[in-house]
């Protein structure tokens, strides 16, 4: 099985907060209780209802590029295996933002430019 798509990414230029609070409002959906303003990102939740909505300050990952992509998470493979595969199959490696504890995700691009994030996938998180 191949990864699902958890959010759709949005580069914001101003602030975070302020932009989910917009698409919250419009979509009848509410900020994560653990987001604030200030947070350099912001998740709307969707209560299952397909991915989340993750609204990231740009200047926290540089220069707004596309404006919105998707963030994977793989389900059957660790992000290391997801992020083979994806290079495999024509990807190109951007960036790694993964932490020293494992959070955070890669960045590639598709064949044309485009950017996707990986991010931990539930092999991962089941192994700590």
Partial sequence: MGPTIRHLTFD??????????????????SISAIDAPG???VLVETQGEGPGLLFVRADARGAVRSGIHFDLRPTDRTR????????DLGARLVADR???????????????????CVEAGERDRAAG
């Fill in 98 to 116: 993964t932490g020293a504890s494992g959070r955070g995700w890669v960045v590639l691009a598709d064949p044309e430019g485009n950017e996707f």
């Fill in 39 to 41: 947070d350099d990102e």
């Fill in 12 to 29: 914001c230029a101003g602030e975070p907060y302020e932009l989910a609070g917009f698409w919250a409002a419009l979509l009848g959906r």
């Fill in 80 to 87: 290391a295996e997801e992020v083979a595969r994806a290079l």
